[in-house]
């Protein structure tokens, strides 16, 4: 097998690390490089925000593979290095650092970016993002010198953080433009919980805020100033308002792209040898019936398994199959802890929640039309499989056993 019938995976986080176990296990033996801007070997990011930042959690375990794994399984792998272009013709990628790798199949699991707010002082030094350890490694030490953190975002990153700055003893302001927490992908009905949990844990909110920038003295950030003028003091700001797939690479080899890489239910691209995962993927969906993009860890878990099927093109044993897993999003917040199964997207009319909202013991359920779209479990586990098969079914649901916690969620 020569070089040209190799297989590179671009972009070294947790996707590319399940894509190149997934191509080993799936009986590969060929050429696989796997290369990597960031200079660890790939990682999961959840404890970014969670168990590392806290110092709850060593880094080691957040790291996808032993250190000895890839050379054991002969994957070349390359950290600290960037691919700065894609030739389809030749079918080779370049490398910044002027080498260049043949492929017969490429994969681009390049992640995302932290987007920033186009205002004035965002680029003052304690103006944070979070998405690389060096990131958590920043904002962790800053928790230990000062006295408040302003965040700018009240999605699940900016609570995150929120949660583990009150841990160790910080001050937290968060400025939000909707008017609650996770109000875009909860709804008002779901969200307040999260608005509640972080006012009773001391966390102050500012939500249908409109931000009109960064206050810089003597090249610190110093606050935010508001639209209306009024300046909200603290010692470092953390920009938590979402991220922007990273693209580019897709975009300049004449890749199809719409809010990420376009791919198949098997996440092969507009060109049949390249294929995308992770969070750039937009991908059709067969359960959906339409694209859906989601940016969270079970995305880069599962999806490399599929499309190291889809580069391998199946076998009578292990037929290539399409990416079908319905979203799940996991969070730990004070002593919260939830799991979030399904898409809201489409819309929904109506929320049922059965247990304690007060207490923060519920499960909550999205319908639309009597069937349900979405759920979530707080404080409560061993439902998400229930949970699973009520959105798959698609079956109208008796909402009042739905509401009761005595009726198995199986038996409504």
């Known amino acids: 097998m020569g070089e040209s ?21 799936q009986g590969y033996s060929g050429p696989l490089t796997l290369v990597g801007g960031e200079r660890h070997r790939p990682y999961e990011r959840p ?8 110092r709850e959690q060593p880094l080691e375990k957040a790291f996808v593979h032993p250190a000895g794994w890839y050379a054991e399984h002969e994957v070349d792998l390359r950290t600290g290095v960037r691919v700065t272009g894609i030739d389809r013709v030749a079918g080779r990628v370049r490398l910044a650092d002027g080498t260049e790798l043949a492929y017969r199949k490429l994969l681009l699991a390049t992640g995302s970016t932290p987007r920033l707010l186009p205002l004035p002082g965002m680029d003052a030094p304690n103006v944070h993002t979070l998405r690389t350890v060096e990131d958590s490694d920043v904002l962790a030490e800053a928790f230990s010198r000062i006295g408040r953190l302003l965040i700018v975002g009240a999605g699940w990153i900016g609570l995150e953080v929120a949660a583990a700055a009150r841990k160790a003893g910080v001050e937290v302001s968060i400025v939000e433009a909707a008017e609650l ?14 608005a509640d949990l972080h006012r009773a844990n001391g966390v102050e909110l500012r939500l249908g805020a409109r ?5 810089v003295a003597e090249g610190q950030a110093t606050g935010l100033r508001m639209a209306d003028g009024e300046l909200v003091t603290g010692d470092a700001v953390l920009v938590a308002v ?28 507009s060109d049949p040898d390249i294929l995308a995962c992770g969070d750039i993927a937009n991908v059709e969906s067969p359960f959906y019936g339409g694209r859906i993009r989601v940016e969270h860890w079970a995305t880069a878990l599962k999806q490399p398994a599929v499309a190291a099927r889809s580069m391998l093109g199946g076998s009578a044993a292990e037929p290539r199959a399409g990416y079908d897993e319905l979203p799940y999003f996991f969070t730990d917040q004070y002593d919260l802890g939830m799991e979030f199964l399904g898409y809201t997207g489409a819309g929904y009319d109506q929320v049922v929640v059965r247990g304690d909202l007060e207490r923060r ?8 039309g009597g069937r349900v779209v979405a759920g979530m479990n707080v404080n409560v586990w061993d439902v998400t499989d229930p949970i699973k098969q009520l959105i798959r079914s698609r079956r109208q649901v008796d909402v009042d056993r739905l509401a009761n916690p005595e009726v198995p969620l199986d038996a409504v």
Request: some cysteine; glycine content about 14%.
């Open 5 to 25: 019938d190799g297989i590179v995976i671009v972009g070294a986080g947790l996707a590319g690390g399940k894509a190149a176990e997934a191509l080993r296990e």
């Open 47 to 54: 404890p970014l925000s969670k168990g590392y930042l806290a």
């Open 181 to 194: 927490p996770l109000l875009r992908v909860l709804g008002p009905e779901l969200a307040a919980v999260f």
């Open 211 to 215: 931000l009109a920038g960064v206050e």
């Open 242 to 269: 979402g991220a922007a797939p990273n693209v580019e690479l897709a975009v300049e080899a004449g890749l199809a792209v719409d809010d990420g890489v376009l791919v198949d239910a098997g996440l092969v691209s």
């Open 361 to 368: 013991e519920f499960v909550a359920c999205w319908l639309d």
